[in-house]
């Protein structure tokens, strides 16, 4: 990374970006993913104390995923009301957001909503402290004023994320479900304009109903032979069977599970024909809102690809600071903390580099989506946009999203700039679309935002 | 049992398995269950002893088994099974910016403080566990129906008031579809603002006291809002009445009137005048809505003031219940600890029982139990008040042994609790009772979060020992919705002008839009909000902190536009 700077230092930077390389060397952290759940315990307050589950130890239940699908379509209707009476929409979805790790098809959503009145920010810091995060807290037994008592392992270097990456705030909250049903919802929801199909293929997919898989207990088809198989196990197991030489089937006990039975099964048998890039800035600029941005649009734009193309689209994810990384499932990309410098070069590198490798482009249509606060200390595009340049050549589109600090100025960032500069976004407006929004823009901007970048 | 009426009893008893008529469209689902007679009479056997220990409650109590499906439904209707239906309560609803701010009627609760008390049970608890949550249980009935933070709960039942409300909002909604679910959300979203103290105060006035005396009149009113004196004029009236009374003696008012109607003629008059206007009575912003928006009063909209009605009283009905909780906690933890070791039943079962309650009632390291706090205060107060140490000699003693060695044995530490537990809600409780002795004693501290950049961890630190930063740290935690006012001069025409009263914090921001638009549609015309929010000097981003500066701003909600201008 160092080196990277002194190189840059050598083609000349401007005092303003020079300042914005040295903040992010010095901003200490690494790329780890936070700590598995449960690591982190809620230090409790006056008010999250039950009589359920102090005495009776009776969590508070958790609804389970259907009934707030069961009326989503309900919900939905009464949204799309709301705004024709005159009210802004209610009902958020993909707020809750934590896919599991090695199962990338799997987030977490939930129809959210907010009732909202006019409360006390407590966690706005006052000197008494308040209740919030940062806030002081009652604690009983030894320790010297002054004197470190215990520690936590930071989950999220931010703490502003609340609910963003990474994080989730209220684990108690969620329920499990397919992306699938977001990208459900976010179809219906937003309308959003399909992906167009482009190339000379289709994303096809073909079912065939066989009946290969094996049920023990139930089933549609008795499997003699197998069935016959786990008996006589079963059997031997029991000491049922004395001479192997003289089996007395009458004896023997037979146990509902040893049964075994061929079911019907949909085997699915496809061709995935398109390949989403999903690159990421992780540098250390991308502290806070900007990151909870980006990575929120990312998941909106993952569950509906799997909704769009029936999980016939492959992703694969790309993280960067000054050097770019592949990573092997959403769970990461979606969690590494943020930390290092910026050099947006190198991730669009890679990706060059792994469609190059793996001759993609032959067969695949090419998404590419980039997430970043638009630093990059590449000030002057010199690498960003060869890169760029080589990038359109196998790509359907391109989209960069750029989630402005409030502090950089409007239109203000290199990566805005030098696209800008390099002429790619008039000139190939079917291929390179940028969308530009504040860090704190809310999720109805970020909804516009995924139009912005694929109709 | 007793036999109650179909309105006091939230779903009337029914076979198990037996499937409800669906509603709303929801699924088919059994009925709630009542405990097995085996359990209520183990209840009726707590009542007894709870009674013989001191504890006043009323006769009847109804005890139901849940089962998670049911919790899932009450939860989102504050465990009163009758409340009426909102959509919100089947969505999942996002608590993260002030879950107990947003909702005080602190939602998962084992009893309900409703006419006969309602406590909720899961169906497998063995009998001794029952036996320490019947005791818990009863004391919070005890508390519910004696402190008189809750004396406007007494008079009537909740689920029955409720049940009529839900029919009421059930026929309203078939008139008016959607329309009532907007009125609903926008009442909810000012009901945090209630007068709930200005409720108690009305139950609590004392007679016709309250009407100031000629004397009062003159000196606040008269003086300062009629004739706008000068603060010497004012000073030079103030010596003036000491002057009379000091050389007239009994006779000095009147003299002093007779005098002041020479100077003031008109002042007589508007004395009997203001005597006979109603006392200015203090309205919650939904009260003045009902009362004086001219949308809501307009014949067509006449349907909504109910609504508002219903939320608002819904609202009242919750609010001493967050206000209690350490104390509520704190002295059913106290009673279930004592009564359940004297309870003969349960022999055989302390270590089981230990092992629970240590986990209820035990101090957390970092952290605050209401139940481990509230108790062991209780306690204290009551061997405070035994040993006669809430006197003035023992608060003038200074030296450490004797102040130890102090015992009057004036015996009335029993006496005091139950004063207390009748008298006090959490904010007094903890201003009054939590001293440097109580802290010390239970090696309190105040501890804060703070983060270590280079290892990336929270530490904990200890930051205070002493009582008052103790004290703070919990009063400032304590549930408290900002106090909204309605300027009647600022409102001019159809405007209404709120200001919010700025105690240190500022309001949630991205909430600010929709409850004004809400309030908007309930006004019928644009509304303003007066309320502080910081701007944080250069240096801040990053997450460095600057200095804070505070700054006036003003909301307008106009046409469902917002707006902001700075005040100054």
């Not at chain 1, 004395?242 to 509902?256: A, G, K, Q, T, Y």
């Not at chain 1, 909106?300 to 999980?311: A, C, M, N, V």
């Not at chain 2, 005091?416 to 904010?427: L, Q």
């Not at chain 2, 950049?453 to 630190?461: D, I, S």
Request: glycine share 8%.
């Amino acid at each position: 990374m160092r080196d990277y700077y002194e190189q840059l230092k050598k083609r000349g930077i401007s005092p303003d970006l020079e300042e914005k390389i040295r903040r992010e060397l010095e901003f200490a952290g690494s790329h780890d993913l936070p700590s598995p759940r449960g690591a982190f315990a809620r230090v409790p307050a006056i008010y999250d104390w039950n009589d359920f589950s102090a005495l009776m130890r009776l969590e508070r239940p958790q609804s389970p995923y259907t009934t707030n699908i069961r009326s989503i379509d309900e919900l939905l209707e009464r949204d799309r009301q709301r705004e024709v009476d005159g009210f802004p929409r209610k009902i958020r979805v993909g707020k809750l957001v934590r896919p599991g790790k090695g199962d990338a098809g799997k987030v977490v959503i939930v129809p959210t909503t907010v009732e909202e009145k006019l409360l006390h920010d407590n966690t706005f810091p006052t000197d008494g402290g308040g209740g919030g995060s940062g806030g002081s807290t009652g604690g009983s037994g030894d320790g010297e004023e002054g004197e470190v008592i215990g520690e936590q392992a930071v989950h999220d270097p931010d703490q502003a994320g609340e609910g963003g990456a990474g994080q989730g705030e209220g684990g108690g909250h969620e329920v499990e479900s397919s992306a699938y049903d977001l990208g459900r919802i976010l179809t219906e929801k937003f309308e959003l304009p399909n992906l167009k199909e482009k190339g000379k293929k289709r994303a096809l997919s073909r079912y065939t109903y066989d009946l290969t898989d094996r049920n023990r207990g139930f089933g549609q088809i008795l499997d003699k032979k197998a069935t016959l198989r786990r008996i006589l196990e079963t059997n031997m197991n029991l000491g049922n069977i004395p001479d192997v030489n003289e089996i007395d089937p009458s004896r023997m006990l037979i146990s509902p599970n040893d049964k075994v039975y061929r079911t019907l099964s949909r085997e699915k048998d496809y061709e995935s024909q398109a390949m989403v890039f999903f690159l990421r800035d992780y540098s250390g600029s991308m502290m806070g809102k900007a990151t909870e941005l980006v990575v929120s649009q990312h998941v909106l734009i993952y569950s509906w690809l799997l909704y769009q193309y029936e999980h016939q689209v492959e992703s694969r994810f790309v993280l960067h600071d000054t050097e770019a990384r592949e990573v092997p499932d959403f769970h990461t990309y979606y969690n590494s903390r943020v930390a290092g410098g910026t050099r947006v070069a190198s991730a669009f590198r890679l990706v060059n580099e792994i469609v190059e490798e793996e001759s993609l482009a032959r067969d695949y249509n090419i998404y590419v989506f980039h997430g970043t606060d638009g630093d990059d200390w590449d000030s002057d595009g010199q690498e960003i946009i060869p890169e760029l340049e080589k990038m359109i050549g196998y790509a359907n589109r391109v989209g960069v999203t750029i989630a402005e600090h409030t502090y950089s100025g409007i239109g203000a960032t290199e990566v805005e700039r030098n696209l800008k500069k390099s002429g790619l976004l008039e000139g190939r407006p079917e291929l390179v679309r940028l969308d530009v929004m504040g860090e704190d823009a809310d999720e109805s901007r970020i909804i516009e935002g995924i139009k912005k970048l694929i109709s | 049992m007793p036999a109650r009426t179909e309105s006091a009893c939230p779903q009337p008893r029914a076979p198990k398995g037996e499937p409800r008529a669906p509603t709303g469209g929801r699924p088919y689902r059994p009925f709630m269950e009542l405990v097995s007679q085996h359990t209520k009479n183990i209840m009726e056997g707590c009542k007894e002893r709870a009674r013989r220990a001191g504890l006043r409650f009323e006769d009847e109590t109804l005890e139901y088994l849940v089962t998670n499906r049911d919790l899932l439904e009450l939860t989102p209707k504050n465990m009163i099974p009758t409340l009426y239906d909102y959509w919100v309560h089947d969505v999942e609803v996002l608590k993260e910016k002030g879950r107990y701010e947003l909702y005080p009627g602190n939602p998962y609760e084992t009893v309900i403080n409703t006419r006969p008390a309602i406590s909720y049970y899961n169906d497998n608890n063995p009998d001794w566990m029952n036996v320490m949550i019947f005791y818990h249980v009863l004391g919070h009935i005890d508390f519910f129906q004696n402190n008189l933070f809750f004396r406007h709960t007494w008079d009537f039942d909740l689920t029955g008031q409720a049940l009529a409300d839900k029919r009421l909002i059930a026929s309203l909604r078939s008139r008016h579809g959607r329309w009532v679910d907007y009125v609903i959300e926008f009442s909810r979203g000012i009901d945090n603002l209630v007068g709930y103290f200005d409720e108690l105060a009305r139950i609590y006035a004392p007679g016709s006291g309250d009407r100031p005396t000629r004397l009062d009149y003159y000196f606040d009113v008269f003086l300062q809002s009629e004739r706008k004196v000068r603060i010497t004029d004012y000073v030079k009236e103030v010596n003036r009445y000491n002057d009379c009374v000091r050389r007239h003696k009994e006779l000095g008012e009147q003299t002093f009137f007779a005098d002041t109607q020479a100077k003031y003629p008109e002042f007589e008059a508007l004395y009997l005048k203001s005597l006979e206007s109603k006392p200015a009575r203090r309205r919650d912003l939904l009260q003045f809505l009902m009362e004086e928006s001219d949308f809501l009063n307009r014949e067509e909209n006449a349907w909504m003031k109910p609504v508002l009605q219903i939320v608002r009283k819904t609202s009242i009905y919750f609010q001493p219940q967050i206000r209690s909780k350490i104390m509520n906690e704190g002295w059913a933890s106290y009673w279930h600890e004592k009564l359940f070791m004297q309870d003969e039943r349960i022999c055989g079962h302390e270590v089981e029982y230990a092992r629970v309650h240590s986990g209820v009632a035990s101090l957390p390291r970092v952290g605050l139990n209401p139940y481990a706090l509230g108790m062991r205060m209780f306690q204290n107060i009551e061997e405070m008040a035994d040993k006669g140490r809430y006197s003035n000699t023992y608060q003038r003693l200074h030296d450490a042994e004797s102040r130890h060695r102090f015992d009057l044995r004036t015996g009335k530490g029993f006496e005091t609790i139950f004063r207390v537990r009748e008298d006090f809600s959490d904010y007094l409780f903890l201003s009054t009772f939590l001293d440097q002795e109580f802290v010390d004693r239970h090696r309190l501290f105040v501890t804060e979060r703070r983060l270590n950049q280079e290892r990336m961890v929270w530490e904990y630190v200890v930051t205070s020992r002493k009582a008052e930063d103790y004290r703070k740290m919990l009063l400032n935690q304590l549930y408290h919705p900002p106090r909204i006012e309605i300027d009647r001069e600022k409102s001019a025409g159809n405007l209404l002008y709120l200001v919010h009263r700025f105690e240190g914090k500022p309001l949630v921001q991205e909430y600010i839009p929709n409850t004004l638009l809400g309030i908007e549609f309930l006004w019928g015309g644009p509304v303003r909000l007066e309320t502080s929010e910081a701007v944080r000097a250069a240096g801040s981003e990053m997450g460095q902190e600057g200095e804070i500066e505070w700054r006036r701003v003003v909301y307008e909600m106009k046409e469902r536009k917002l707006s902001k201008t700075p005040l100054f």
